[in-house]
């Protein structure tokens, strides 16, 4: 009965193209990535984790330290964060080759994020599902060759402007790496 149930389930898997539920100590669990913020000068200002899901990846961030009001957050093509303005982390994570913002009908780019806010005492939380990006192979996998970063910005994304949402100079950059 137990071997019917496991064809069953398997077939189900194999026919609705999912995943079986993540079940400690049966199936495996969905990719993880996390990130540590730093900014120009070296200290941590904030971290994150990334989460494959059936929707995408869940992002979550947190950051601390910086100036109240909205900044800018995306995902940048390349792992790397070389400061003091972290130009080494590269445009936005834009494989299918479309124009930056969450509200521009040419686009998003996959790495457009919404913005974050920073309240008084200078903490931040993002919490978004990014269905464009993923932490498994294909055209939208982040820990591919190039690898891929989170950098804020100093300024809000106006969610229009191609390239990168008038949002300021890059003020913090982490690279995004597996979990495990």
Known sequence: ??????????????????????????????????????????????GGVLL?????????????GFKPGVKAV??????????????SAGPHFNPGNTQHGLENPKGPHAGDLPNIEVDATGLGHLEFTNSRVSLESGPTYLLGPNGSSIVVHESADDMRTDPAGNSGARVACGVIVRAG
């Open 74 to 87: 995306h995902i940048h093509s390349v792992a790397r964060c070389d400061p003091p303005a972290f130009e």
């Open 52 to 64: 494959q899901d059936s929707d995408g990846v869940r992002v979550l961030l947190d950051i601390k």
């Open 1 to 46: 009965m137990r071997h019917a149930a496991w064809i069953v389930a398997l077939t189900v898997v194999f026919m609705t193209s999912c995943r079986l539920p993540y079940v400690p100590g049966v199936t495996s669990p969905p990719p993880s990535a996390g990130v540590t913020l730093k900014d120009a000068d070296g200290r941590v200002v904030g």
